[in-house]
């Protein structure tokens, strides 16, 4: 299993305010929902991620979202110098 890290990414000209979440498989983008406190806009860019995970197995693997082994709960955590949030599964 690997884990997810999560990073704020400000707007610019172009683009509002998002998180990404990103880790060795791949990475999601999602628009920053202010509606959300900071810890849960970071879930939601996991579960977001985790989903398209799911997806991509069920089309290409054919395992049911409800046995894929990225659908499990996970505890998040800060980094450093506020460098966004890590989040790890637990059994």
Known sequence: MQ???TKYLPA???RPSRIKAICDRGSKTVAFDHSLSGDE???VAVRSLIAMFC???LEQYKTPVESNPWN???VSGG???QAG???VFIL
Do not use: K
């Open 55 to 57: 997806e991509q197995d």
């Open 3 to 5: 884990s997810i890290v």
């Open 41 to 43: 806009i970071h879930a």
């Open 79 to 81: 980094l450093p110098n």
């Open 12 to 14: 610019t000209n172009n």
């Open 72 to 74: 499990r709960p996970f």
């Open 85 to 87: 949030m890590a989040h």
